[in-house]
């Protein structure tokens, strides 16, 4: 009894530390020009079929509005990597928030629940960064490495902050009643990003690797929010 009042009261100190430590480090504002994406629509296909095509850069013929659509359409993917802290941030520290209170009450479930969770987020957290070290800190000696750089760092950062596995336009508008688990699934469109959220246990494993004992940590934390063992 006693190791286990110690390891809640370590839980306590490690979660109120990250929590400050968040609030300190994290950007209050995120601004951008927003581009549609029926605004985007033109310039996400010409640039999807230029690049598909093994080219580097622009494509050669664009129109004036399409072109600034593209130019907007880059400084979002540079303003979504800041954007992703922020909203990474604030959400971990809901968490966080939420787990405290019943945390010192000596009550468990929702600390458990949410300590998962944030497991979850810094993992996938940790993966971004694995992914897109390396391409933002490779060397661009021209204008179109850096294009390019920006289009591979930013498809990972899109995905982190956008990534999806439900049609969330179909379920604005649909009955739930009347609809299957298959047709509400999320199928990207032709020439554009394909925003399918990945699997998150490749990057619990990858977490593991930086903190070792993260993977069972975390299966564990999965056997008392899943009635897979009994209470």
């Given at each position: 009894?006693?190791?286990?009042?110690?390891?809640?009261?370590?839980?306590?100190q490690?979660?109120?530390?990250?929590?400050?430590?968040?609030?300190?480090?994290?950007?209050?504002?995120?601004?951008?020009?927003?581009?549609?994406?029926?605004?985007?629509?033109?310039?996400?296909?010409?640039?999807?079929?230029?690049l598909?095509?093994?080219?580097?850069?622009?494509?050669?013929?664009?129109?004036?509005?399409?072109?600034?659509?593209?130019?907007?359409?880059?400084?979002?993917?540079?303003?979504?990597?800041?954007?992703?802290?922020?909203?990474?941030?604030?959400?971990?520290?809901e968490?966080?928030?939420?787990?405290?209170?019943?945390?010192?009450?000596g009550?468990?479930?929702?600390?458990?629940?949410?300590?998962?969770?944030?497991?979850?987020?810094?993992?996938?957290?940790?993966?971004?960064?694995?992914?897109?070290?390396?391409?933002?800190?490779r060397?661009?000696?021209?204008?179109?490495?850096?294009?390019?750089?920006s289009?591979?760092?930013?498809?990972?950062?899109?995905?982190?902050?956008?990534?999806?596995?439900?049609?969330?336009?179909?379920?604005?508008?649909?009955?739930?009643?009347?609809?299957?688990?298959k047709?509400?699934?999320?199928?990207?469109?032709?020439?554009?990003?394909?925003?399918?959220?990945?699997?998150?246990?490749?990057?619990?494993?990858?977490?593991?690797?930086?903190?070792?004992?993260?993977?069972?940590?975390?299966?564990?934390?999965?056997?008392?929010?899943?009635?897979?063992?009994?209470?």
């Amino acid at each position: 009894m006693t190791s286990f009042i110690s390891a809640l009261a370590a839980l306590e100190q490690a979660l109120t530390t990250s929590a400050t430590f968040l609030r300190t480090n994290t950007p209050e504002k995120v601004t951008y020009r927003y581009a549609t994406a029926s605004q985007a629509r033109t310039a996400e296909q010409s640039v999807g079929k230029w690049l598909s095509s093994d080219q580097s850069g622009m494509p050669p013929r664009l129109d004036d509005a399409t072109l600034r659509m593209e130019i907007y359409r880059l400084g979002r993917k540079n303003s979504d990597m800041q954007a992703y802290r922020a909203v990474w941030a604030s959400t971990s520290i809901e968490l966080i928030e939420t787990a405290l209170p019943p945390l010192r009450q000596g009550r468990i479930a929702i600390p458990l629940a949410m300590s998962r969770s944030l497991i979850e987020r810094s993992a996938a957290a940790e993966l971004l960064i694995r992914k897109t070290s390396p391409i933002l800190e490779r060397p661009c000696p021209t204008m179109r490495d850096e294009f390019r750089s920006s289009l591979e760092a930013g498809e990972f950062v899109s995905i982190a902050l956008y990534g999806m596995r439900i049609n969330w336009g179909l379920l604005a508008k649909a009955d739930f009643e009347n609809l299957s688990s298959k047709s509400t699934g999320y199928k990207p469109s032709e020439y554009e990003l394909d925003l399918t959220a990945k699997q998150i246990l490749t990057a619990v494993d990858c977490l593991d690797k930086r903190v070792p004992g993260t993977r069972i940590s975390y299966d564990v934390l999965c056997e008392f929010l899943h009635p897979n063992v009994g209470d």
